[in-house]
C-alpha cells in the first residue's frame, strides 16, 4: 500500500517550458488535493477535486491546470512554467467529508530557470 | 478570510523542557483545527486534531474559541520530537485546508 505517490521527485524546467506533475493513491480517496510551498511559507491550496469529472480552484490556481479522470489519478499541469512557480509541490487525498485526515506525498521539488 | 499564524518559525527546548507551539487561527465559521507533523526526510502526516480530544505521542491541543487558539503542547519534550510542525483550520466544501507557516521544533541534549 503505497498511499500518495508523487513523480517526478525533483525536476528543473526552463522558462516556458510546460511540465504535468503525477500524482496516484491507492487509498480509494474521492477527494485529492494540489499544495505548493514556497520557502518560509505554509502549503497554499492549488486545485482540488471532490472525486472523478469535479475539479475546483483553490487559493493560487493561476497557472495551472489539473483534470481527474479517474479517482486513482490527480496530475497537475503547468503550461507556461514561470520563476515564480518554483516551489515544492505536494499532493493529498482523503475521503469525502470533513474532518478527515489529509494523506500527503513526498512531493516534488521544481525549480524555473 | 481564514488565516492560521503560528508565530514562531523556530522553537528551541532541552530535553525534557516543557514544549508549546502557538496557533492562532482567524475563521468566521465553527473551526475545525489539526496538527501535522513532518519529521526529517519524512512525509507530512496528522499528528492530532481537535475533535478527537486525543493524546499523541505525548502531545495535546485544545481548542480555545474565546482566544482562537489551537496550541500544542507536551509536557516533557523528548529527541524525536524534533520535526516541523504545522496547524492547519479546515475551511469546509471539500475538506479544503488553511495552513500556518509551521515551527520547527528542535529539542536538544
Known amino acids: 500500500n503505497a498511499g500518495v505517490t508523487q513523480t517526478p521527485k525533483f525536476r528543473i524546467l526552463k522558462i516556458g517550458q510546460s511540465m504535468t506533475l503525477q500524482c496516484a493513491q491507492d487509498?480509494?480517496?474521492?477527494?485529492m488535493y494540489w499544495y505548493r510551498q514556497d520557502p518560509g511559507m505554509g502549503l497554499k491550496l492549488i486545485y482540488y477535486?471532490?472525486?472523478?469529472?469535479?475539479?475546483d480552484k483553490g487559493e493560487v490556481p493561476n497557472g495551472y491546470n489539473v483534470s481527474r479522470s479517474t479517482t486513482e489519478d490527480f496530475p497537475l499541469r503547468l503550461e507556461l512554467a514561470a520563476p515564480s512557480q518554483t516551489s515544492v509541490y505536494f499532493c493529498?487525498?482523503?475521503?469525502?467529508?470533513?474532518?478527515?485526515?489529509?494523506?500527503f506525498g513526498d512531493g516534488t521539488r521544481l525549480s524555473i530557470l | 478570510a481564514q488565516r492560521v499564524t503560528q508565530p514562531e518559525k523556530l522553537l528551541s527546548v532541552f530535553k525534557g523542557a516543557p514544549v508549546e507551539l502557538k496557533c492562532n487561527y482567524s475563521?468566521?465559521?465553527?473551526?475545525?483545527l489539526f496538527w501535522y507533523v513532518q519529521y526529517s526526510r519524512q512525509r507530512l502526516q496528522l499528528l492530532l486534531r481537535h475533535i478527537s480530544r486525543e493524546s499523541i505521542k505525548g502531545f495535546t491541543a485544545d481548542l480555545n474559541k474565546g482566544e482562537t487558539s489551537f496550541h500544542l503542547k507536551k509536557p516533557f519534550a523528548q529527541e524525536e520530537d524534533s520535526a516541523m510542525y504545522y496547524c492547519a483550520l479546515n475551511t469546509g466544501g471539500g475538506n479544503k485546508l488553511t495552513f500556518g507557516t509551521g515551527t520547527q521544533l528542535k529539542v536538544e541534549l
Open positions: 493529498a487525498s482523503s475521503y469525502s467529508g470533513s474532518r478527515q485526515p489529509q494523506h
Open positions: 477535486s471532490v472525486g472523478a469529472g469535479i475539479t
Open positions: 475563521y468566521s465559521g465553527s473551526p475545525e
Open positions: 487509498m480509494n480517496h474521492n477527494y
